[in-house]
Structure formats: structure tokens, C-alpha cells
């Protein structure tokens, strides 16, 4: 793998730990309309040019979606204005405006009716920092629905970005250690949760410790609720999802071994109660038309 | 023993220990007054009622202290602790970092003249904690080599912070002691600094100019950088950021240079002025003082401390005019030789020893010379300035910024080696003590 592609790709991993799969995914397009607007190249280069980022953000490890899908409707339409001899620098920053304005506008309607998803007295579980997280439960909030967060605490920099947002929005929480979660069967009501791409095999693929809690929620029959925005529909199986495993070696007490982890967990859509997208809630009967809808656009 | 002897014995046994880090400086310095107080060489009271066994009057450890560079440090030590938490340093880094857009040559110009005017004006080592993990951060992430870019930073940083009163402790020992204002530093250091500071720039871009060439064509890259400048503007960003702190500990900060510019009406010393300010500064703000306390570096100010003793026992048992009667004397009284030999020695003494004893070593030879030739008025002290300032950029040891640097970035993952450094610092230091000695020569020319 080339340079490029690795410096690009830890960029990514470390962007989702502290911001959802959409915010980085905009914080994506922006770089490359600002890289595309500094580009010095002629005319007759700029499509090569723009597919070979385009296949550096669609070779990720692991794949990021919903940029991923955006890419894809980003090719076709440079083929297209290719074809027709009408590439310029200013087409491309069009596609990629509009792109982004689709992503910013599903991001909202999903927001509208996820929330509605929240009622008085719930104590809802969250655990990584996703969609729900940035937008859903602060605008429950604003519309002075009286609920208590219960945040799983992870890694520093992941729990130190929803404590802050959490905080910001004056939202009513309790932090404790993921395994700590049996004690609390008794008072939580929900868990909500995001993705970073549904596979067209029907696994989620998610942040590394999620698949422990989803399993363990689905035990004590409390309701999963997941925020999939349908961007997320990945055209790929679950194997083919570039999830990265991280192996080092590592020392104790003198007893030298491998030490391994993986990028992202992967969890069964069945183990799901609830899928919330921008189109409303849908069943795991309907999702089939839905994705083949969604993928005849790429 | 005779005083003097066991002085000597162990100010050098000192001197050994600090310059092979054998011990921690200031437990270094502080063993030898001990010693010096056991041995009965010095007193730990104030004198009068204390005498040696032949009747003479033992100097007092305590009025041996030079409180003026202590109070000096202690207060700017206050006052950057104040800003240090306010995040301002941090919003100028990242600030730094977005304006570069990921340019090779305007990380390196940027970056530097940040380096060069914070080192001035705060102490280099709180500029390079600063300055050397973004600069990491920034240039691996665009796929440059951060060693050249850390080596350049720590280069300037050194250069920077020569051309204040406050920006390096050679100067604050050299001001406070004897008695010159900030201004007089500032208009006889500030212009070969400026000089050597474009020079250096240049010739660090002349040395690699493949490396600082501007990316645009690469599409990839291009992408690279805006993603990294997110990042780093959330990793950098998430300290807590205090907008009244920030406004309040520059508006002190503004003050705090007014009063040394203005030092020749107010009569007020640099020591005083800093740590007025920088009480006032906690006052008025409502700084947790535990936390500032906690900032200020309390062995850097008892190696001070521990040093002015053992220096000042050397003075009393006239070890130091003997060094001046019969190594300088020799001299002459040929300014051109003299400055020279000052600045030249001091800039290679400097590059391998630490350049605080040396330059507080030197002080009492310096004024020995001058009372000899008062027409030479302040040269010398310039030229030990210059010389103990820039030669710290010869070796890895010859700053406190440049091992501090050297340790951050081998933390990050980027190992320079004592003659990667050397390399690069020793060229840079000869062309600089070069430009210095020039404007010495020019200076020497217009006086006789």
C-alpha cells in the first residue's frame, strides 16, 4: 500500500474516534473542494486526477461511508460531464456542493424524526460517537423532553468529545465502564446506536466494543435502536469491508506476545429492534428494495 | 583547606556534574553549597558575627544571590504559566498551522518567525513545548521530513530568544546583573539578531530546496493536508481555551514590556517590574495560584540560586580576578581582540558546557576588563550575549530548548542524533557568530 493511502486512511480512523461517520465525511468533501480549487493541473488531467483520489477515499481502511457512496456518485457524474467534454475545476466543485448539501439535508430529516425517538423519563444508553450523539439527543433536549444519558466509557478522547457535547447541551448523564452495564438493566430504557456502513450481507459494522453491548442489551430484551442514514448502505459483504487488524508485540513480566486489535466491530442486523433512516423507521423485510434503490444511483 | 582552593575544587566538581549529567543541575549546584557551607568556605547567615578561625568574615551564602535575575525569571515564569493556561499558545499554533495551508516553505517561514518572536519574548523552552509537536503533527502527516523541520525550530529558537533582556537566560543574568534595560538589548542585540535570523532562514531553505518546494499538482496530497489541519485542529484544540484569561494575561503581558522599554524613566529594575506584573497578573485574574506554582520551574531557579553562591565564592576568595589578571590580561587593551576573543570563546564554551554557569562565570572576568578598559563601554557584554546565545546551537547540550526538543520529538517517534544535530547546528552557529562578530567589528569601529 503507498504512502498516501496509509497517511490517509489513519487520518480517518482517528477523525471517526472523535467525530461521527457524517461529520467526517464532510470534513472529507470540504478537503477536497479546497484540494480541488488549489489543484494546478490542465483540463485534459482533472479526471485523472480527481478518480485517483477518489480511489484513495474508496480504498480505506476500514471504508468510509458515507463518503464511500458519495465517491461513487461522484465518478459517475465525471464520466458523464467527461464524456460531453464539460470537466472543468468549477463542474467538479458543483458535484461536490451538491453532494454535500444531500449529505447535510438526510442528516436533518433524520435528525427530525429520530428524535421523536426520545420520550419523558427514558435513560438511554450511548456508547460512541455518532449522529445520535452530535445532533439527535441535543435537539430532544431543545424540545424540553426530559430524558438521562448513560455513556459507556471508552478511550479518553472518545468519552472526552460526548461528555463535552453532552455537557454543552445541558443533557442530564451518568458516565461508567462498559462492563459495568448489567447493574443497570433495571432503570435503562433504550440503546442508541449509529454505524459506520450497514453491508449488503446485513452485518453493521461499528466501533471496536459495541458488538459486547448490543449482545448484551439483546439478552435483557432492551430496545436497540439504530440511526442508519441510508448513504450508509454499503455495496460490499462484511468480509470486504477493509476493517484494519492492528497487531503489535508487546512485553509482560518478561512473557513476550502478539498483541491484536481490530478497527471496528461487526454485528448482525437481526440483533437491531428499531432502524431509524431519513426515509423513517423500516423493517429488515423492506431494506432489500430500499438498498437496491439506493445502490442503482452509484 | 584554604577557602579558595576547596571553591575551585568544587565549582569544577559541579561543573563536571552538570555537564555530564551525572546529577539534576540543581541538586548538582545545591550539593556544592552545601559542601562549601560544611566546610565552613562560606556562611549560611548574614554576616558579622561569623569569622573564620583567622578572624576573617565568611561570605554569606545568602547575600551571594543575585535576587534580581532570580525575582526576573520567577515573575516572567509567572506570567507565561498565566498565558500557558489561558490556551493562547495553543490558538497561535493552530492558527500557525491553518495559514501554512500545508506549504513546505510556509511551515518553515511561518513557523519560524512564531519561534523566533515568542523565544523572544517568553523563555525558548515553553516556545519549543509549543512549537516542536505541531510542527511533528503537521509535517509527517504531508509526508515531510519532520526532523529537518524540529531541527530548524530548535535552531531558531536559540536565535530568538537572544535578541530580548528576557528571551534567554544568559541575557537575564547579564541584564539583571549588570544593570542593563531592556532597551539597551533590545536596540544593541535586536539588529544582528534580525540579520542572523533571515540569514539562517535562508540558508536552512538553500540547504534543502527540493524539501520546501510547494505541492500543488498532487491532488492527493492536497487532500491530505485539509484533513490533517482538522485534525490537528481538534487534537491541539481541545485544550480548554480562556478568552478573558487571554485577554487579561496579554493586556499584563503589553504592560509588563512597556515598563522595560519605559525602565530608564521609571527607574524600575526588570526584576521587579516581572514579578509585580506577574502577581498582579494572578490578582486580577483569579489564577489558581497552586496551579501556577506547579508551572513555574523551581529547579531552574535553584540551579540559579545554588550557582550565584558557588560563583560568588570564587569571587570573594578572588579566584575570578586571578583568572582576569592572568588569562585576559594577556590580552591587552585591543578592543578587537578582546570582544572577539569574548564572543568566540563564549559561543564555543556554550556549545558544549551549559551556558548559565558559564555566563555567570563570566560576568565578574567581564567587569574585571571593563574596569580596566572603560572605553570598551558595554562590547564586552554584548559579545558574551551573543556568544552564549548563539553558540547554544552548536551541540544538543548547548540549550535547555534543544535537549527539551531533542526529547519531545524522539517521544514522537523522530530520533536526532548528537551529530545529526551537530551537523546542521555547528554550520549554522559558526555563520551566525560570523554576522555577530561583524556588527561587534562594526560597533568596535565606530567607538575608537
Same mark, same amino acid.
Given at each position: 500500500m503507498n504512502k498516501d493511502q496509509n497517511t490517509i486512511d489513519k487520518l480517518f480512523r482517528d477523525?471517526?474516534?472523535?467525530? *461521527?461517520? *457524517?461529520?467526517?465525511?464532510?470534513?472529507?468533501?470540504?478537503?477536497?473542494?479546497?484540494?480541488?480549487?488549489?489543484?494546478?493541473?490542465?483540463?485534459?488531467?482533472?479526471?485523472?486526477?480527481?478518480? $485517483?483520489? *477518489?480511489?484513495?477515499?474508496?480504498?480505506?481502511?476500514?471504508?468510509?461511508?458515507?463518503?464511500?457512496?458519495?465517491?461513487?456518485?461522484?465518478?459517475?457524474?465525471?464520466?458523464s460531464l467527461n464524456n460531453n467534454q464539460q470537466l472543468t475545476k468549477q463542474s467538479v466543485l458543483t458535484i461536490l456542493h451538491s453532494l454535500k448539501s444531500r449529505l447535510e439535508s438526510d442528516l436533518k430529516i433524520m435528525v427530525k424524526s429520530g428524535s421523536e425517538w426520545i420520550r419523558d423519563g427514558d435513560f438511554i444508553v450511548i456508547h460512541s460517537i455518532e449522529e445520535n450523539i452530535e445532533h439527535l439527543i441535543p435537539e430532544a433536549k431543545k424540545r424540553g423532553i426530559k430524558f438521562k444519558i448513560l455513556v459507556l466509557k471508552q478511550d479518553i478522547l472518545t468519552t472526552g468529545r460526548i461528555l463535552k457535547i453532552l455537557d454543552e447541551n445541558q443533557i442530564d448523564f451518568e458516565v461508567i465502564p462498559e462492563y459495568d452495564l448489567i447493574h443497570y438493566f433495571d432503570e435503562i430504557t433504550k440503546l442508541f446506536m449509529g454505524t459506520q456502513a450497514l453491508t449488503n450481507d446485513n452485518f453493521l459494522v461499528c466501533d471496536p466494543g459495541t458488538s459486547n453491548i448490543v449482545s448484551e442489551?439483546?439478552?435483557?430484551?432492551?430496545?436497540?435502536?439504530?440511526?442508519?442514514?441510508?448513504? $450508509?448502505? *454499503?455495496?460490499?459483504?462484511?468480509?470486504?469491508?477493509?476493517i484494519r487488524k492492528n497487531s503489535f508485540q508487546d512485553e509482560h513480566d518478561g512473557i513476550e506476545y502478539t498483541f491484536s486489535i481490530h478497527s471496528n466491530d461487526i454485528i448482525k442486523l437481526e440483533l437491531i429492534n428499531h432502524i431509524i433512516t431519513e426515509k423513517g423507521e423500516i423493517t429488515r423485510e423492506n431494506l432489500t428494495a430500499l438498498r437496491e434503490q439506493m445502490v442503482a444511483e452509484y | 583547606?584554604?577557602?579558595?582552593?576547596?571553591?575551585?575544587?568544587?565549582?569544577?566538581? %559541579?561543573?563536571?556534574?552538570?555537564?555530564?549529567?551525572?546529577? +539534576?543541575?540543581?541538586?548538582?549546584?545545591?550539593?556544592? @553549597?552545601?559542601?562549601? %557551607?560544611?566546610?565552613?568556605?562560606?556562611?549560611?547567615?548574614?554576616?558579622?558575627?561569623?569569622?573564620?578561625?583567622?578572624?576573617?568574615?565568611?561570605?554569606?551564602?545568602?547575600?551571594?544571590?543575585?535576587?534580581?535575575?532570580?525575582? !526576573?525569571?520567577?515573575?516572567?515564569?509567572?506570567?507565561?504559566? %498565566? !498565558?500557558?493556561?489561558?490556551?493562547?499558545?495553543?490558538?497561535?499554533?493552530?492558527?500557525?498551522?491553518?495559514?501554512?495551508?500545508? =506549504?513546505?516553505?510556509?511551515?518553515?517561514?511561518?513557523?519560524?518567525?512564531?519561534?523566533?518572536?515568542?523565544?523572544?519574548?517568553?523563555? +525558548?523552552?515553553?516556545? %519549543?513545548?509549543?512549537?516542536?509537536?505541531?510542527?511533528?503533527?503537521?509535517?509527517?502527516?504531508?509526508?515531510?521530513?519532520?526532523?529537518?523541520?524540529?531541527?530548524?525550530?530548535?535552531?531558531?529558537?536559540?536565535?530568538?530568544?537572544?535578541?530580548?533582556?528576557?528571551?534567554?537566560?544568559? /541575557?537575564?543574568?547579564?541584564?539583571? =546583573?549588570?544593570?542593563?534595560?531592556f532597551n539597551q538589548f533590545l536596540f544593541n542585540m535586536g539588529p544582528p539578531i534580525i540579520v542572523i535570523f533571515f540569514v539562517v532562514l535562508l540558508f536552512i531553505w538553500l540547504m534543502d530546496k527540493e524539501e520546501y518546494k510547494t505541492i500543488d499538482n498532487n491532488i492527493?496530497?492536497?487532500?491530505? @493536508?485539509? !484533513? &490533517? &489541519?482538522?485534525?490537528?485542529?481538534?487534537?491541539?484544540?481541545?485544550?480548554?481555551?480562556?478568552?478573558?484569561?487571554?485577554?487579561?494575561? !496579554?493586556?499584563?503581558?503589553?504592560?509588563?514590556?512597556?515598563?522595560?522599554?519605559?525602565?530608564?524613566?521609571?527607574?524600575?529594575?526588570?526584576?521587579v517590574i516581572a514579578i509585580s506584573m506577574g502577581i498582579f497578573?494572578?490578582?486580577?485574574?483569579?489564577?489558581?495560584?497552586?496551579?501556577?506554582?506547579?508551572?513555574?520551574?523551581?529547579?531552574?531557579?535553584?540551579?540559579?540560586?545554588?550557582?550565584?553562591?558557588?560563583?560568588?565564592?570564587?569571587?570573594?576568595?578572588?579566584?575570578?580576578? #586571578?583568572?582576569?589578571?592572568?588569562?585576559?590580561?594577556?590580552?591587552?587593551? /585591543?578592543?578587537?581582540?578582546?570582544?572577539?576573543?569574548?564572543?568566540?570563546?563564549?559561543?564555543?564554551?556554550?556549545?558544549?558546557?551549559? /551556558?548559565?554557569?558559564?555566563?555567570?562565570t563570566m560576568i565578574p572576568i567581564i567587569e574585571i576588563i571593563n574596569g580596566a578598559n572603560p572605553e570598551f563601554q558595554n562590547?564586552? #557584554?554584548?559579545?558574551?550575549?551573543?556568544?552564549?546565545?548563539?553558540?547554544? /546551537?552548536?551541540?544538543?547540550?548547548?540549550?535547555?530548548?534543544?535537549?527539551?526538543?531533542?526529547?519531545?520529538?524522539? =517521544?514522537a517517534g523522530v530520533s536526532i542524533s548528537f551529530i545529526e544535530f551537530m551537523k546542521l547546528g555547528a554550520v549554522i552557529s559558526f555563520i551566525s557568530l560570523l554576522i555577530a562578530s561583524l556588527y561587534l567589528i562594526i560597533r568596535i569601529n565606530l567607538i575608537f
Open positions: 477523525l471517526i474516534r472523535v467525530y *461521527s461517520t *457524517s461529520a467526517t465525511s464532510m470534513i472529507g468533501l470540504d478537503s477536497m473542494l479546497i484540494a480541488i480549487k488549489e489543484l494546478v493541473c490542465e483540463d485534459k488531467d482533472l479526471e485523472n486526477e480527481i478518480m $485517483k483520489l *477518489s480511489n484513495t477515499i474508496k480504498n480505506t481502511q476500514p471504508r468510509m461511508f458515507p463518503l464511500d457512496n458519495l465517491m461513487l456518485i461522484l465518478d459517475k457524474k465525471i464520466q442489551c439483546h439478552i435483557h430484551k432492551i430496545p436497540i435502536i439504530l440511526f442508519l442514514k441510508t448513504l $450508509k448502505f *454499503s455495496h460490499y459483504p462484511a468480509a470486504d469491508q477493509n | 583547606m584554604d577557602g579558595m582552593l576547596i571553591s575551585i575544587f568544587v565549582f569544577l566538581m %559541579v561543573y563536571v556534574a552538570i555537564t555530564f549529567e551525572i546529577v +539534576n543541575k540543581a541538586v548538582a549546584a545545591f550539593s556544592g @553549597v552545601a559542601i562549601l %557551607v560544611l566546610l565552613k568556605v562560606i556562611s549560611p547567615h548574614i554576616p558579622s558575627s561569623h569569622t573564620t578561625s583567622g578572624g576573617h568574615h565568611l561570605p554569606s551564602a545568602i547575600m551571594l544571590i543575585d535576587y534580581e535575575t532570580i525575582m !526576573l525569571l520567577f515573575g516572567m515564569m509567572i506570567i507565561v504559566s %498565566v !498565558l500557558k493556561e489561558s490556551g493562547l499558545f495553543t490558538i497561535v499554533a493552530i492558527k500557525i498551522a491553518e495559514l501554512t495551508r500545508g =506549504k513546505p516553505i510556509k511551515i518553515l517561514v511561518l513557523f519560524s518567525v512564531v519561534t523566533a518572536i515568542m523565544s523572544a519574548f517568553l523563555d +525558548n523552552v515553553t516556545t %519549543v513545548l509549543i512549537i516542536i509537536p505541531l510542527i511533528i503533527e503537521l509535517t509527517r502527516g504531508l509526508g515531510l521530513n519532520p526532523k529537518k523541520y524540529v531541527l530548524s525550530q530548535i535552531i531558531i529558537s536559540n536565535i530568538g530568544g537572544a535578541g530580548t533582556l528576557i528571551g534567554d537566560p544568559p /541575557n537575564v543574568i547579564i541584564g539583571s =546583573k549588570v544593570g542593563l534595560t492527493v496530497k492536497l487532500f491530505t @493536508v485539509n !484533513l &490533517l &489541519l482538522e485534525k490537528i485542529r481538534y487534537d491541539f484544540g481541545t485544550a480548554r481555551i480562556n478568552k478573558p484569561l487571554i485577554i487579561k494575561g !496579554l493586556v499584563f503581558l503589553f504592560i509588563t514590556i512597556l515598563l522595560f522599554i519605559t525602565q530608564t524613566i521609571t527607574h524600575l529594575p526588570p526584576g497578573l494572578v490578582l486580577f485574574t483569579k489564577t489558581n495560584i497552586e496551579n501556577i506554582l506547579e508551572e513555574v520551574e523551581w529547579t531552574t531557579l535553584m540551579f540559579f540560586v545554588g550557582l550565584f553562591i558557588l560563583v560568588g565564592s570564587l569571587e570573594h576568595y578572588h579566584v575570578i580576578q #586571578w583568572i582576569a589578571d592572568n588569562i585576559f590580561s594577556s590580552l591587552g587593551n /585591543n578592543p578587537y581582540v578582546n570582544v572577539l576573543v569574548v564572543q568566540w570563546v563564549s559561543g564555543i564554551v556554550s556549545g558544549f558546557l551549559d /551556558n548559565i554557569p558559564f555566563t555567570i562590547l564586552l #557584554w554584548w559579545a558574551l550575549a551573543l556568544g552564549a546565545c548563539l553558540g547554544g /546551537n552548536i551541540t544538543i547540550i548547548g540549550a535547555s530548548a534543544n535537549i527539551v526538543s531533542i526529547g519531545i520529538a524522539k =517521544k
